[in-house]
């Protein structure tokens, strides 16, 4: 189960609603095309996560058994923090919905645009077909990868690896691991959101895409 710019084009772009999907399992996910996102233009080179360090990690509490860690890169400025932060609580919130069987949608309000259907389809995967999580997912290697624009009108690209390695699928009925355990529990992924200033001043993520291995840009999350 699971569903990178150029980035002036991107914000263009992402001020219209399209088909996506967010960061997910890897076996959830439509892979895009060359060309087809403008995500990807941004991020053709290899992913190199040593550019960033991780003083500190910060664990989130999400749900009994299920937490999101995440490794802070060194000193990050206002911008970047705010960033991180919502990308943060998006992580929790998407899993925090998974296990309290979509009851939780607080997830909904730090997406916008193309975001918010594949955040939707995200959480409706899991809840269609009966599944549930438990287990730690981490987030590292944090970067923003592209800026444009300034003030109000400002957007950027912020890149991490995933690594949900720790993590588990379980039968929602149950309570128990499935069988037959998704790709996403065994390799981490390079996810990659698009981001923008919302109305209010705050940060939102507009675009998800990921690169999951043998893909070049995904091999700089291997550790």
């Not at 987030?139 to 009108?153: P, R």
Request: net charge neutral; hydrophobic share 40%; with cysteine.
């Amino acid at each position: 189960m699971r569903v990178v710019i150029a980035l002036v084009m991107l914000l263009s772009a992402a001020c219209t609603p399209s088909e996506a999907q967010p960061f997910a399992p890897a076996d959830l996910s439509a892979e895009a095309s060359p060309g087809e996102s403008p995500l990807d233009a941004a991020s053709s080179s290899p992913w190199d996560p040593a550019r960033q360090a991780a003083p500190r990690a910060e664990t989130v509490k999400v749900a009994p058994g299920v937490r999101v860690v995440v490794e802070w890169p060194a000193a990050p400025d206002a911008d970047t923090t705010a960033m991180i932060e919502v990308l943060r609580d998006y992580f929790a919130g998407a899993f925090r919905a998974v296990v309290s069987e979509g009851r939780d949608t607080g997830y909904l309000g730090l997406v916008e645009y193309d975001a918010v259907d594949d955040a939707s389809s995200w959480v409706g995967a899991f809840l269609g077909e009966r599944r549930s999580v438990r287990g730690t997912a981490r987030l590292y290697a944090l970067n923003v990868s592209a800026v444009s624009g300034s003030g109000d009108d400002r957007g950027a690209q912020l890149d991490v690896c995933v690594d949900e390695s720790k993590m588990r699928l379980l039968d929602s009925s149950t309570g128990k691991p499935v069988a037959r355990q998704p790709d996403w529990t065994r390799k981490p992924f390079l996810q990659s959101a698009a981001m923008g200033r919302a109305a209010d001043g705050g940060w939102r993520i507009r675009i998800f895409r990921h690169a999951k291995l043998p893909d070049e840009r995904a091999k700089g999350c291997l550790r």
